[in-house]
């Protein structure tokens, strides 16, 4: 099994790197939809871009927690690699663009990748080597459960902060 940790990963960060790229474009498509806003992005802020990440590696845990049964800190795991992805999109997204100014598109999809792929290597890592003993898989559970809840809340009510203002139109959340 600590074999295939890395080809599940691999497969993970491919699914997840499609599906957000596809969730960049849902709402468009299906006329600004109430019924998709929640978990796929409504404007180009930073915010509805870690929305991306946050949803198809979410669901993807989930799909491989039943392959995963006997690894009793796999939702722990699952936990911080998302944390990492989702602190990465801002950090660099920020950090590019303070240096340089507004980063063209390609750089905001190239993060997009980063982020993603130093979340799946690590989880790759933590999997196949664990450094934790944890057993409590229900904390982190619930604790992407309530990301997950504060992700849909922020798209109809985001507070007036610059992440999740949208720089096209200076507008915030729907």
């Given at each position: ?11 993970g ?14 709402y ?21 871009h ?8 979410f ?21 911080k ?31 997009f ?22 057993n409590?898989?229900l ?13 849909v ?10 992440i ?11």
């Open positions: 099994m600590k074999r295939s940790i890395v080809l599940w990963q691999m497969i960060f491919g699914v997840t790197a499609l599906a957000g790229s596809l969730l960049h474009y849902i468009e498509w299906t006329n600004s939809s109430v019924w998709v806003a929640g978990f796929s992005a409504v404007n180009e802020s930073t915010w509805e870690m929305k991306l990440a946050f949803y198809p590696m669901l993807f845990a989930i799909i491989e927690s039943f392959f995963f049964k006997n690894y009793g800190n796999f939702w722990l795991v699952k936990l690699g998302t944390l990492i992805a989702l602190a990465l999109i801002p950090v660099l997204f920020y950090t590019y663009g303070g240096v340089i100014g507004t980063p063209p598109g390609w750089i905001n999809i190239l993060i990748f980063t982020a993603l792929g130093v979340a799946f290597l690590y989880e790759a890592k933590q999997l196949k080597y664990p450094k934790t003993k944890f409590g898989q904390f982190p559970f619930i604790a992407l459960c309530v990301i997950a809840v504060l992700f809340l922020f798209t109809f009510f985001p507070p007036h902060i610059c999740f203002k949208d720089p096209l139109n200076g507008k915030f959340g729907i």
